[in-house]
């Protein structure tokens, strides 16, 4: 069974991002993939910087995000488009979670993971622009990100006042976006 931690790079009340992502992460459990879903906002990190980690180390919320990625096959991950990129809170995490502990090897959160990749927006593009440098950076540091990303655009015209996504085309494409996802966890573990 494939293990998939989901997160978002948005923590705003009411996220577009948080809602794909709990589709995409259903997608994964109905495909019996066990799923850790959390929130950035509960591992709160200083902007990573080398002179405050070689003074104090790699903060607690920084360790606690770095374990859970490396006690998880892959990750679902969501994100907003800031400027055709990603946002800070997201950069910042994957920044601190690639900092090696003295005893484990460089990017032990991500060498061998899976990942898949969603953005959404109001937008028709739905973020399709971060999906590019979202998966370069991933790649770079040793992720296999599934070739299956998905842009959702007009998000808000697609869910509930509750901000459930209702819309069957949208819902297909992420949770098969979440099972794809979890089957090449599994593929890979073999």
Known sequence: MAKLLAFAGSTRKGSFNQSVLHCAADGAEQAGAQVTRISLADYPMPLYNQDEEAAHGIPAAAQAFKALMMSHDGFLIASPEYNSSYPALLKNALDWASRPAPDEPMLAAYKGKVAGI?????????????????????????????????????????????????????????????????????????
């Open 118 to 190: 969603m953005a959404c927006s109001q937008g028709a593009l739905g973020g399709m622009r971060v999906l590019v440098v979202l998966r370069m950076l991933l790649e770079n540091l040793g992720v296999i990100v599934s070739p299956n990303q998905k842009a959702i655009g007009k998000v808000d015209t697609l869910m509930d006042e509750k901000g459930i996504i209702t819309d069957a085309r949208a819902l297909k494409q992420l949770h098969g976006l979440g099972s794809q996802t979890a089957d090449l966890a599994v593929r890979l573990a073999r």
